[in-house]
């Protein structure tokens, strides 16, 4: 059984930080695609980064420069430090997993696990 399990979310003021952190099981993780998505109240899912098997990423336009993905593949952990944060940040923040060769673009259809979220409030 696949589990995506995120964690590390929270309130914080515009400027500063988080870590978010998601633990899988019941895959072969370091073969894994791993991708963190958002979605804001009356919004669609979209796209933050990932990152495959071989350590590729790739971002997502509105937070180059701001978030960084990693991952540790002993511990089966996906990461994504957020700094800077902005107020249009705020969101349900989901990790995804699809395996590497079907890694491809960013966008919600091309994962097929899901975590349940984990809640980035951001205030100004």
């Known amino acids: 059984q696949v589990q995506l399990v995120e964690s590390g979310g929270g309130s914080v003021q515009a400027g500063g930080s988080l870590r978010l952190s998601c633990a899988a099981s019941?895959?072969?993780?370091?073969?894994?695609?791993m991708g963190w998505f958002r979605q804001a109240a009356g919004k669609e899912r979209e796209g933050v980064a990932m990152?495959?098997?071989?350590?590729?990423?790739t971002y997502a336009e509105h937070v180059k420069g701001r978030f960084t993905i990693s991952r540790d593949n002993a511990r089966k952990t996906l990461f994504l430090q957020m700094n800077s944060l902005k107020p249009e940040d705020a969101a349900l923040y989901y990790c995804?997993?699809?395996?590497?060769?079907?890694?491809?673009?960013?966008?919600?259809?091309?994962?097929?696990?899901w975590g349940q979220g984990t809640q980035v409030t951001v205030s100004s």
């Open positions: 995804a997993a699809v395996p590497s060769y079907s890694c491809s673009y960013l966008i919600p259809g091309n994962f097929g696990y």
């Open positions: 019941g895959i072969p993780y370091s073969t894994y695609c």
């Open positions: 990152i495959n098997g071989g350590y590729g990423t």
